[in-house]
């Protein structure tokens, strides 16, 4: 290469969940990048989608984890193993949706360099198990989820001690429904979501906080923080994702537009930073104030979970996912999901599980519960 050229060797990335509200808007921000060469991308089941997004990645090849179709390169179970064993791509977007997304970044992590996580149930769920695969694996993450994206940025580089760390959450969209009312609000109500587009379970999740529980459950295995030393901070005007309170008392934030292509763009490129898409404006009102644990009690039992040891963790993820079915598919009240999650809770569930079988088995046996009371409920 001739000196001064200015070629740069793109790196190979793959898309983990590429059908889903996260893979679109990742492949929208590799779409705009020189830097990357798509050499990958999955789904659960939406083959035709996928192949409609190959035809704008042709080098990539595709991979189908629940169902088998036609000019799909890898299908079935270890379609995702094969995908990677192929392409062994530096990066990896982890897209998937839910308790699925563990064995999958487990995988992904042994045959890449960095993982761009924006499953969170991967961390809540395999917590230091997880982060242990990962580690053995010399694989780094840097992680979607906006508000940990933002703390990542706001503790990367800072030279002073951190005492605790701040995440926001916008209240979802029945945030202003009294308490008492709650329990008639419909699927159609919850799933305007008043700043995010996201994807049906975690909008419901944001109007109980439930996505919140799980995001600090995600911090303190990300950043190492004790349950107490993190924060969940009510911001409906989701411009402050996250914030850092510094041994002097400064408290450090970051601000941004609510578009989650920013923290994928930041995962993928870091450290540098890329073009924005649209300018923000921080002008305007911004408050911050407690959460009211009647109206969110899933935040409370997050907290709860986090010092109850690993199981709790997997039951609290497992049970809100399929109650969260449930409501969508009006089989129980928006105020039964947390019922059927606290109910579940109540067994005894094992304090340490370090392997993936474990893991899987408390998920399973946590489903079947919830699935026993949401019949109850109906
Ligand atoms: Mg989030």
């Known amino acids: 290469m001739d000196e001064g050229d200015d070629f740069i060797q793109s790196k190979k990335i793959?898309?983990?969940?590429?059908?889903?509200?996260?893979?679109?808007m990742t492949l929208d921000v590799l779409k705009r990048s020189e830097e990357f060469e798509v050499v990958g991308i999955s789904a659960h089941k939406s083959a035709k989608l996928l192949l409609k997004e190959k035809a704008e990645f042709p080098g990539a090849l595709t991979a189908l984890t629940g169902?088998?179709?036609?000019d799909i390169d890898f299908c079935g179970d270890h379609a995702i193993e094969a995908l990677m064993e192929k392409t062994h791509p530096e990066q990896v977007v982890v897209g998937i949706a839910g308790f699925a997304g563990l064995k999958h970044a487990i995988t992904a992590a042994k045959y890449s360099n960095r993982l761009c996580l924006a499953n969170k149930e991967s961390i809540v769920a395999g917590g230091d198990f997880f982060l242990k695969s990962v580690k053995d694996s010399n694989c780094e993450i840097i992680p979607v989820d906006s508000e940990h994206n933002a703390?990542?940025?706001?503790?990367?580089g800072e030279k002073?001690?951190?005492?605790s760390i701040f995440i926001t959450a916008s209240g979802g969209a029945v945030r202003d429904v009294?308490?008492?009312?709650?329990?008639?609000?419909t699927p159609e109500m919850v799933l305007k979501h008043p700043i995010w587009n996201m994807g049906a379970r975690i909008t419901v999740d944001s109007a109980t906080m439930f996505n919140k529980g799980l995001e600090i459950m995600e911090a303190h295995f990300l950043f190492g923080f004790p349950a107490n030393?993190?924060?969940?901070?009510?911001?409906?005007?989701?411009?402050?994702?996250?914030?850092?309170?510094?041994?002097d008392g400064t408290v450090k934030m970051l601000a941004s537009r609510a578009d989650m292509r920013l923290p994928i763009a930041y995962a993928c490129h870091y450290p540098k930073r890329t073009e924005s898409f649209e300018d923000f404006s921080p002008f305007g009102e911004l408050t911050f104030e407690r959460p009211d644990?009647?109206?969110y009690p899933a935040l409370k039992l997050a907290y709860e979970c986090l010092n109850e040891g690993d199981g709790a963790r997997v039951v609290y993820n497992a049970a809100d996912e399929i109650a969260v079915e449930a409501?969508?598919?009006k089989k129980i009240y928006f105020t039964d999901i947390y019922r059927i999650v606290e109910k579940v809770l109540e067994n005894n569930w094992p304090k340490i599980l370090n392997d993936y079988e474990s893991i899987e088995a408390v998920d399973a046996k946590a489903r079947r519960l919830a699935r026993k009371m949401v019949k109850r409920c109906c």
């Open 178 to 185: 009294p308490v008492e009312n709650l329990k008639d609000v």
């Open 160 to 163: 002073s001690p951190v005492e």
């Open 293 to 295: 644990l009647t109206r």
């Open 327 to 329: 409501f969508l598919k």
């Open 67 to 70: 169902d088998r179709a036609e």
């Open 229 to 247: 030393k993190i924060v969940a901070v009510l911001h409906p005007q989701g411009k402050v994702h996250g914030m850092i309170r510094l041994n």
């Open 151 to 156: 703390v990542f940025q706001l503790i990367d």
């Open 14 to 24: 793959v898309v983990l969940g590429a059908t889903g509200t996260i893979g679109k």
